[in-house]
């Protein structure tokens, strides 16, 4: 079985700066692009942050100038820097990624179990 395992949430006061972590591992062949994600109480999963086996990124609106997403291939490991971090950002955040688990097979998604972040004011 495939594993991402998410860590570095807390609680942190407005302004703060949190890293959060996802390891890969189990049946891992190749391991594609990889996001974040995140959702608050009462509202739907949205897109954080993404990065391609290449490097190239991508960042939701909010995101953009404070978040930062960065990946080591050879690690299975992804990283999502938050700073600046207002109590807007208080959510589950979740890490996704596109695995191979053989070669010749497909490709699918899978979902970490979610790291809580919660900022205070």
């Known amino acids: 079985q495939v594993q991402l395992v998410e860590s570095g949430g807390g609680l942190v006061q407005a302004g703060g700066s949190l890293r959060l972590s996802c390891a890969a591992s189990g049946s891992i062949f190749r391991l594609s692009a990889m996001g974040w994600y995140r959702q608050a109480p009462g509202k739907q999963r949205g897109l954080v942050a993404s990065?391609?086996?290449?490097?190239?990124?991508n960042y939701a609106a909010f995101a953009k100038g404070r978040f930062t997403i960065s990946r080591d291939s050879a690690k299975n490991t992804l990283y999502l820097q938050m700073n600046d971090l207002s109590p807007e950002d208080t959510a589950v955040y979740y890490c996704?990624?596109?695995?191979?688990?053989?070669?010749?097979?497909?490709?699918?998604?899978?979902w970490g179990q979610g790291t809580q972040v919660t900022v205070s004011s």
């Open positions: 990065i391609t086996s290449g490097g190239s990124t």
């Open positions: 996704n990624a596109a695995i191979q688990t053989q070669w010749g097979t497909a490709w699918h998604d899978y």
